[in-house]
């Protein structure tokens, strides 16, 4: 997987929403979402990017694919900045990074067949005549596990797994080569859970996609990814491989986030580690680590100076002065 | 009926609600939310409700309060509650009841509170509702208190904070000091935690058991979230399609839960710290509320009937049916009937002789 070349590189990606106030409004703070964060995904891989609500990991994806404007930093795709491209070379670029969103009830349109839905990109982007359209629509729907006869229901007609199902369609028929899963299945229940995430793995076995998988689920995440990325108010606090961070966590925030997931075996006693407070606003984060105000073993540097991503082992990169400890 | 066990050791349950019946009369037809739902919760106990979006857990807990409004009526069946059958009470002395005696939090803290009122005053209402005598500022000093007590950081100046002003984790704990406030004998808690991420549904979870051991209070959980079942349930009864299909301890839950449905939900969450490459999956979906099946309602999806070749699960509905001390299903592979006989037994997993 190390070997693997890489397919996109972000690199000091920065994404602040102003806020707008005052008797003529102009911009009298900025939410700052995600800043500065850097990582890479290797081709054929499955990048999972976890955190809390508010964290910027939905916004991280968004804007990798431009569905946000960025504040500054980069994103390459293979070697090239997509922030720079314009035009038709950026239109093709759209064709190759597509996106499934968290909520299947709110992401297709009500009144359009989901065949139609499913076949808009490709009309957008001009490719064959009708049939030939139609008929990559049904490809699409086949490789989900539906049928030729659900092209012409309504999104009201299916489950919320099924729906789930077409939105993951819909990225597909355009044959793209990098998908942002954002949230895909936290609005699902368990059983249908499951169902899609084996669809996923089925489908990245099966046409060499690579994903971006953004989550909150660690259990999800850990059984879909390769490797995971940890996000804490805008930054990313650790990477490193599936195993690595489930079995030796560096960060202190991994660790609390690892420990606070209630486990389904009554017999599990675990020493908790339960993070005091509310995760604070990024209007005003914290000085120094963002983390420290609830950091179980912050000391007074961590106010004052900001802690770089360091690469501590091969492929184990994490934000934290006193990670060493838990070597 | 099936016989309904009592509890064990002659402790008599705080509540026991048996063969409740709660429908919703929709132009489409009959939506049978609840269809003969049975189960008791002892003293100071940690009763699990779980089950899948739809199943009738949270149509159930407001059954219970009776806070079922049209097209929903609560059509039959009895909720004892300390032995008294809460559905025989004329409606508007069930007051005396909620919040008082039994309280409720819900999923969306923020929806549950009012947005123009400060928090220090919703409690102080709680307060006044239930005793008209008691003086403005001891109930404002009692508010406080409690807010304390449920862990909000300075708390004689939150109380003054309107709901907007908190966090999802903080508006959650308001919740809890509401509910707390008249000591009931018994909380609902509907989904707690589902909104609140992680490290905070850590918080709020370790709240509630504290305040569990500390008043005795019984805790009905209700959660789709095996994990939470496993880190706070005492017992667990599984819902499905309107029904209790499995009640049974936690341990018994996880080590040997006997209906197919149970096991296949348990197969299908991904544990962190064990990669299986594929998930197992329950095939098929929930059958229609409106239009349920003569038989066993999990019959169409399930694995076990096919594998020992039973006819029976689609025509008959099977019973809840204590099979092993503490440990009650309701499944044909457990169950006799005429020209039926059950093919396994618990524990044994053994043909009948």
């Known amino acids: 997987m190390m070997t693997a070349k890489p397919l996109i590189e972000v690199q000091d990606l920065v994404k602040y929403y102003p806020v707008q106030g005052g008797i003529i409004p102009h911009t009298v703070a900025e939410v700052q979402a995600v800043d500065g964060v850097s990582f890479t995904v290797y081709e054929g891989e499955t990048l999972g990017l976890v955190g809390e609500s508010g964290c910027g990991k939905t916004t991280v994806g968004r804007t990798m694919l431009r569905l946000e404007t960025p504040t500054g930093g980069e994103v390459r795709f293979e070697g090239a900045n997509i922030f720079d491209l314009k035009g038709p070379a950026l239109k093709a670029l759209r064709r190759e990074m597509q996106i499934v969103f968290q909520d299947p009830f709110a992401s297709l349109d009500p009144r359009l067949p989901i065949g139609e839905s499913i076949g808009e990109g490709l009309a957008i982007h001009g490719m064959g005549n009708g049939r030939e359209r139609y008929e990559r629509v049904i490809e699409a729907l086949s490789r989900v596990g539906l049928e030729r006869y659900h092209a012409t229901r309504y999104p009201h007609e299916f489950s919320g797994g099924q729906r789930q199902r077409i939105g993951i369609a819909r990225a597909l028929v355009m044959n793209p080569r990098f998908i942002v899963l954002d949230e895909p299945v936290s609005a699902l229940d368990v059983s249908i859970q499951a169902e899609v995430l084996n669809i996923l793995k089925d489908l990245q076995r099966n046409m060499g996609l690579t994903y971006l998988f953004v989550a909150h689920n660690l259990a999800v995440v850990e059984h879909i990814s390769d490797r995971v990325a940890v996000m804490y108010l805008g930054k990313i606090v650790e990477v490193t491989t599936r195993a690595a961070l489930f079995r030796k966590p560096l960060h202190p925030y991994t660790q609390a986030l690892l420990s606070a997931i209630p486990m389904p075996d009554p017999t599990l006693k675990r020493d908790r580690v339960i993070l005091k407070g509310d995760v604070p606003s990024p209007l005003n984060p914290p000085k120094g680590c963002r983390f420290h105000p609830r950091c179980p073993i912050a000391e007074e540097r961590c106010s004052v100076e900001e802690p770089a991503l360091r690469e501590l082992e091969s492929g184990h990169q994490v934000a934290c002065h006193f990670a060493e400890r838990f070597l | 009926m099936p016989a309904k066990s009592a509890a064990p050791n002659g402790n008599a349950p705080i509540l026991e609600v048996r063969d409740l019946k709660t429908y919703f009369f929709t132009e489409d037809g009959v939506v049978k939310a609840v269809d003969g739902v049975d189960f008791y919760v002892k003293h100071g106990e940690v009763l699990g409700l779980v089950g899948e979006s739809g199943c009738g857990k949270s149509v159930t807990s407001l059954s219970i309060l009776r806070l079922i409004d049209r097209p929903g ?227 169409s999806r399930c694995p076990a009937r096919v594998e020992h070749g039973l006819s029976i699960c689609e025509e008959h509905m099977p019973n809840l049916l204590e099979v092993a001390p503490g440990h009650e299903v309701r499944c044909w592979l457990y169950e006799d009937a005429a020209g039926h006989t059950a093919p396994l037994k618990p524990g044994k997993g053994k043909k009948k002789k």
């Open chain 2, 73 to 299: 009526e609560i059509v039959g069946g009895e909720v004892f509650f300390e032995g008294e059958n809460l559905l025989d009470r004329p409606l508007d002395s069930m007051v005396d009841i909620r919040g008082d005696r039994i309280s409720m939090i819900f999923q969306q803290p923020k929806s549950s509170l009012n947005p123009v009122f400060k928090v220090g005053s919703q409690i102080v209402e709680v307060f006044q509702i239930h005793d008209e005598k008691m003086d403005k500022a001891v109930a404002w000093e009692k508010a406080v208190a409690l807010l304390k007590r449920v862990g909000i950081p300075d708390p004689e100046s939150k109380a003054h904070a309107y709901p907007h002003q908190l966090s999802g984790g903080q508006a959650q704990r308001v919740m809890i000091a509401m509910a707390m406030a008249l000591q009931p004998e018994l909380l609902i808690a509907d989904e707690p935690t589902t909104a609140l991420d992680v490290t905070i549904q850590a918080q709020i979870l370790d709240l509630i058991r504290e305040l569990n051991h500390e008043t005795n209070t019984a805790v009905i959980l209700i959660t789709h979230d095996l994990g939470v079942i496993a880190e706070m349930a005492d017992r667990v009864a599984v819902m499905y399609a309107g029904q209790i299909v499995e009640e049974v301890s936690v341990e018994g839950l996880f080590k040997n839960g006997l209906h197919p449905y149970t096991q296949g939900l348990i197969k299908s969450i991904p544990v962190l710290g064990s990669v299986q490459e594929q998930l197992n999956t329950i095939p098929g979906s929930v059958p229609n509320l409106i239009d349920l099946p003569a038989g066993c309602r999990f019959a």
